[in-house]
């Protein structure tokens, strides 16, 4: 598959939403340990409120797409989690609009604005054991295969792989933002849950692709 046109990009806010569902107990369990015990019901409430809007969408410009997306995500689920999701979305959207499918270039610019308007927004940089250490290395992983497969698909399984890396390394991390703060040694030995939202996100690139 070489681009993500609408219906592809609709294929994966629906997978999006069942993902959160079926990992909703364990990320509430992972939060409930260093966090407020309430990621897996906001995140599955917002991508469920992201998927309804999509469907209901007859918008074929990935970029507008794209601000539905992180407007439904913002109303429905205004944690903080939400709300950096959702301006991960609203920023790629910026960059997108006018666009009908996304080729590897495309994809590579999702991958980059997504993670800038976390970071953004947040103020979190890689190594603060955030969503931003799974989903800032999947923007970079993205850029180096680019530079080297024509196969879109190969491309967003290096973005997971990454980001599944990144899960990895923030059980060496101690918590900078949070309530994780409060347990900056606890957390040693144990995924960030921000993190693990991060890779789901683009397990699900994978799995539509």
């Not at 260093?34 to 906001?42: A, E, I, K, R, V």
């Not at 999509?54 to 709300?83: H, R, W």
């Not at 991958?111 to 927004?121: D, I």
């Amino acid at each position: 598959m070489s681009t993500i046109n609408r219906k592809i990009f609709i294929d994966f806010i629906n997978e999006a939403s069942d993902i959160m569902i079926k990992n909703k107990e364990y990320l509430m369990e992972l939060d409930a340990a260093f966090g407020d015990g309430d990621l897996g019901l906001t995140m599955s409430t917002g991508f469920k409120a992201a998927k309804d809007t999509v469907n209901d969408s007859e918008e074929s410009d990935i970029g507008k797409l794209c601000m539905q997306v992180g407007m439904s995500l913002s109303k429905a689920a205004p944690s903080t989690m939400g709300t950096l999701i959702a301006s991960g979305f609203i920023r790629a959207a910026k960059s997108l609009k006018g666009t009908t499918e996304l080729d590897i270039q495309g994809f590579v610019t999702f991958t980059f604005e997504f993670a800038n308007g976390v970071m953004e927004l947040g103020k979190a940089k890689l190594g603060d054991r955030t969503l931003v250490d799974s989903i800032y290395p999947a923007y970079l992983a993205a850029k180096t295969e680019s530079e080297k497969s024509s196969d879109l698909k190969t491309v967003a399984k290096a973005s997971l792989s990454a980001a599944e890396k990144g899960v990895e390394e923030t059980k060496n991390m101690k918590s900078a933002f949070g309530r994780g703060v409060f347990f900056r040694d606890q957390v040693l030995g144990h995924p960030d849950q921000g993190a693990i939202v991060g890779k789901l996100i683009y397990q699900c690139f994978v799995n539509i692709l």
